[in-house]
């Protein structure tokens, strides 16, 4: 077992830090004050591989681990979670489910426009009745000849009003629960589908967030992801490898919130002296140090078990729970280090503890994640 990470790994780190530095930082009180969403910034993540970094190379991606994979997202996590959140739903969602349900055809023509950027990817799961209950979703997709209509909302829709492709899950069975919903990609220049409300969030404001309204939308049948039927279940698989990613990204939204604190405490006086020398204070810096580095091993742990091909679901929803729980407190003693400073816009403390809150909501809450953990762990000791 070796802890450290490769001179490779640590180079992408740099490469990502270097990248969102220079190309979010300059921007990003603007951008979060205005939610707007830099969808040329992003597109620029995909000349340098960020955009499909587990996809093999042959479909243009950057082929890599997804260890590596985690590091990515941890890193945009210290600079902008919001856009490490776009970056997560087009790499491990939309581009992840392609991979994993798609037929080498609909792989060769569609992976490498997501991998470089020339495409954004959406992946639509959620509906305005459905989130935790996701299989209760009322999209439906009803056969037509060979082709098929889809009608529906899907809501909360990381990156939609400017998706090029979207994954959505539509029931196309009604009759069977278990196996009643199917996976279809769908261009968005097609007629009956567009964006609709965009959301006006709490936190991760620079993440583009809006519904995805289908309106008879005909779609052929080489739309359909995966086998018919078998949607849902690819949608669970997909989400086992989404959660590990935000999972690294509360870690890095947690240590930009950690380090920022950190180095305040040491310039900052009171009674004579640094707060940094007050117990109080380096208690609650211990706390969130330790915390931090017990979420980032739970991250890589599941992360490296995907890497191995195993079955992950225990480990990426243990990841996501701890870590995006441990994110929240952190990002709270952050705002309580910073003390009055910590509570308006020039100091960085107040975007972390508002863009944190999202990592226990989405992909799964963390009471969903406590359900899939307990199931897992209950099953192991029938
Ligand atoms: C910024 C943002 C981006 C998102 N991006 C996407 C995306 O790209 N694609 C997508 O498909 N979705 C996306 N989502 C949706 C997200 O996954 C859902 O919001 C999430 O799964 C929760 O669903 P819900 O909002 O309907 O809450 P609900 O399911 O209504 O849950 C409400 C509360 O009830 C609790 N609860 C529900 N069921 C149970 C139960 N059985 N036991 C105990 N407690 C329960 C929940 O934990 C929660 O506390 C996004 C959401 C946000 C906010």
Redesign the pocket.
């Known amino acids: 077992m070796d802890f450290r990470l490769t001179d490779e790994q640590n180079q992408i780190r740099q490469m990502v830090r270097e990248f969102a530095e220079s190309e979010i930082k300059p921007h990003l009180a603007e951008w979060d004050e205005k939610q707007h969403f830099p969808v040329e910034v992003f597109k620029r993540a995909g000349e340098l591989g960020l955009l499909g970094v587990t996809i093999p190379e042959e479909y243009g991606g950057a082929g890599l681990s997804y260890v590596d994979y985690a590091n990515v997202i941890e890193e945009f996590g210290v600079v902008d979670s919001g856009f490490g ?1 776009s970056v997560a ?1 087009h790499n491990s ?1 939309c581009t992840g489910h392609t991979y994993l349900a798609g037929s080498d055809e609909q792989k060769k023509k569609w992976l490498p426009k997501l991998t470089s950027g020339e495409w954004v990817g ?5 509906e305005p009745g ?5 299989s209760g979703m009322r999209t439906t997709a009803v056969k037509d000849g060979s082709d098929w209509i889809l009608n529906g909302t ?1 809501n ?4 939609a009003t400017y998706a090029d492709l979207s994954v959505v899950l539509a029931v196309t069975d009604k009759a069977d629960q278990k196996h009643g919903i199917t996976a279809f990609a769908v261009e968005m220049d097609r007629k009956g589908i567009h964006a609709g409300k965009k ?1 006006n ?1 709490l936190g ?1 404001r620079v ?1 583009d ?1 809006a519904e995805l309204v289908m309106q008879d939308c005909r779609v052929p049948a080489s739309s359909v992801l995966g086998e018919i039927g078998y949607g849902f279940i690819d949608a669970m698989k997909t989400l086992d490898g989404g959660r590990i990613s935000i999972g690294a990204l509360a870690v890095g939204i947690a240590r930009g919130a950690y380090e920022a604190a950190r180095d305040y405490s040491k310039q900052r006086t009171a009674f004579g002296k640094p707060i940094s020398d007050f117990q109080a204070i380096q208690f609650m810096l211990a706390d969130m140090a330790t915390e931090i580095d017990a979420a980032r091993l739970l991250c890589y742990r599941a992360a490296a078990i995907k890497d191995e091909g195993e079955k992950v679901t225990q480990f990426s929803a243990m990841a996501k729970l701890y870590a995006s729980e441990v994110a929240v407190r952190a990002t709270e003693k952050g705002v309580q280090i910073f003390g009055g400073y910590g509570f308006v816009k020039d100091f960085p403390a107040e975007k972390y503890y508002r863009d944190v809150k ?1 990592c226990t ?8 994640q406590r ?1 899939v953990i307990a199931r897992s762990i209950l099953a192991e000791a029938r």
């Open positions: 959140l739903a969602l959406a992946w639509g799961l959620t459905s989130g935790s209950d996701a899907k909360f829709i990381t990156n959301e969030k991760m993440s967030t999202l909501i989405g992909e799964g809450t963390s009471e969903i359900m």
